[in-house]
C-alpha cells in the first residue's frame, strides 16, 4: 500500500508505506544498539569504581534516552535501524520535517511502545497513512524507500567537462530556482520512480523558454541542466 506526499510543486506522488512489520524490525535493530550500548558502559562504569557517580551515570546513558530525537534529526529521519531497513521519516506535505515535530513524536513513543507497542500498531494499522499517535500530531509517517545507484545523473551534471558545449541557449533565462524545481523532479523520480513531475516540468520549462525539442522528458531536463551549470559557472 502507498501514501501520498505533496511536493513543492503541488503534485501527489505515491511512497511505499513502511508496514509494521519493518517499523517493529527497525525498532529491534535500534533496540539491539541500546542493549549493547548499556552493557559496554555497565562494564565502563565498573572499571571506574569510585568515580562512579549519579551525574556520571546521566552522561554516560544521555545518548541512548535521547537516541530516537538525535539521530532522526541529524540523519535525516532515519535511525540506525531505520537505515537498516531502508525506513525513513517523512512529512505528509512534502516540506522536511522539523525539529519540533521530531520532538513531537520523541515524546508520544513512550504512549506508543506502551503493552508491547500495542498502541502504536493499532494507530497504524487504523489510519489511512499508517501513522503511530508520534507521527499524526507531528504530521509525519514512515516510508520504505526504493532501491537507487550509487551515482545518480544529478551528480553527473555537476561534474561536467570544462568543453561541453550547450543545447539551448535559451537557459540564460532561468534563474537558480527554476533549475532547483527541476531538479527537485528529476530527484522525485530517481527516488520514488515517479515521472510525473519531470513530465510537467518539462513543459514548463519549454514554454516558458519558448523550446521545441522530441527529447524524452528527463533526457530534455538534464540537458536544460547541464546548460544551465554551463553558463551559471562563467
Known sequence: MDVSIRTTQNVFIEQEKAGVGNRILAFLVDLAIFIAYILAIGEILDLLGRFNSNWLNILFYFPVFFYDLYMEFLNNGQSVGKM????KVVRLDGTPPTLGGYLLRWLLRPIDVLLSGAPAIISIGLT??????????????????????????????????????????????LSDKDAALIKESLQVRRDHANSRPAMLVTEKVKEKLQIESEMPPVEFLYTVLRDHTHYTAR
Open 128 to 173: 489511512p497513512n499508517a501513522q503511530r499517535l508520534g507521527d499524526l500530531a507531528a504530521g509525519t509517517t514512515v516510508i520504505k524507500l526504493r532501491k537507487t545507484g550509487n551515482v545518480s545523473r544529478l551528480q553527473l551534471v555537476e561534474q561536467m567537462d570544462e568543453e561541453y558545449e550547450p543545447v539551448f541557449p535559451q537557459v540564460k533565462l
Open 84 to 87: 537498516a531497513l531502508r525506513l
